[in-house]
């Protein structure tokens, strides 16, 4: 069996749900699954160096018999082994290293190396996640620019020139259908950086949700388009940005998900806020919901 030596083409990042392709590899894998390894793939995988937006649901078709994706996971290898998730001992890009989407099936599918298999993404999760994925990114925009008084010194700008708060404190990001739940850590390096974080921690409605929301609806009613841009070719381990033509100027933000193709296909962004601790650091939790049109 040998391991591929390039990274998994991948076609989710501009909508694909399907794909047909050949199966490079079929390594065993945890829990008694299968991991299958295909030259191309519409299916997104969950990247464990930075799991915000969860793996796609669907099934792999093989001679007419389907199988389900049990799980997607971004996998790695050098050619001497398949290293499955948070096994990946290197960065993405590291020389001599292939990024691939491992697709985990059940022990027991007929899938071998050489067969033809078809793909196929569900539809409805895919567009759950990429409603929650989109909203996400306009509201850590939202929350940039409302923070922007509480900086004393100047910062790293986000994509339109606010002090860029989520970058600096964020701690995780989770993609749920039709939302996301982001953390910031409030701790000492953050009040270092210049941002006056016990406002936030001793008061939250030092967030000026209201304003969000605002800027939120005015972002949705100006229709802007959405896209995802790679900036190398269509491999799994090339770098891509979500780009979004807001009327305050177009922004770019690195980003490995999927999303709409227009801010005209929500109807509202709605963020809310609580302090939660983490081993005695206060966290801001943000939890964005964001409606669909009808
Ligand atoms: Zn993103």
């Known amino acids: 069996m040998t391991l591929p030596q390039r990274d998994t083409r991948v076609t989710y990042p501009s909508g694909a749900l399907t794909a047909t392709s050949r199966v490079l590899h079929v390594a065993p894998a945890p829990d008694g699954r299968l991991a299958v390894i295909t030259e191309q793939t519409s299916f997104h995988p969950v990247d464990a160096a930075w799991p915000d937006q969860p793996a796609d649901a669907g099934v792999m078709r ?34 001599g290293w292939a990024f691939v989407v491992a697709h985990l099936v059940d022990g027991d599918a007929a899938i071998a190396e050489g067969d033809e298999v078809e793909i196929e993404a569900d539809a409805a999760t895919r567009r759950a996640l990429s409603i929650g994925h989109t909203a996400c990114h306009l509201a850590s925009l ?22 860029d708060f989520d970058g600096a404190a964020i701690a995780s990001s989770r993609i749920v259908p039709n939302g996301s739940i982001d953390r ?80 005209a296909e929500l109807s509202g962004i709605r963020p809310s806020f609580a302090l939660v601790d983490d081993g005695g650091t206060a966290v801001l939790e943000m939890v964005t919901e964001a409606r669909p049109q009808p």
């Open 62 to 95: 093989v001679a007419g018999i389907e199988h389900v994706v049990r799980d997607a996971v971004v996998a790695a290898t050098d050619g001497a082994a398949l290293h499955l998730g948070d096994e990946i001992p290197v960065r993405r890009g590291t020389e």
């Open 184 to 263: 910031y850590r409030l701790n000492k390096s953050l009040r270092r950086a210049g941002f006056d974080t016990a406002a936030i921690a001793g008061d939250l409605e030092a967030v000026d949700v209201r304003a969000m929301i605002e800027r939120l609806d005015g972002w949705i009613a100006s229709g802007a388009p959405v896209r995802v841009e790679s900036e190398g070719g269509d491999g799994l381990g090339d770098r891509r940005a979500w780009v979004c033509e807001l009327p305050d100027g177009t922004v770019r933000i690195a980003c490995g998900g999927t999303h709409l193709t227009s801010l």
């Open 142 to 163: 939202a929350l940039n620019r409302v923070l922007a008084d509480h900086w004393t010194k100047p910062a790293r700008e986000d994509a339109l020139g606010n002090p």
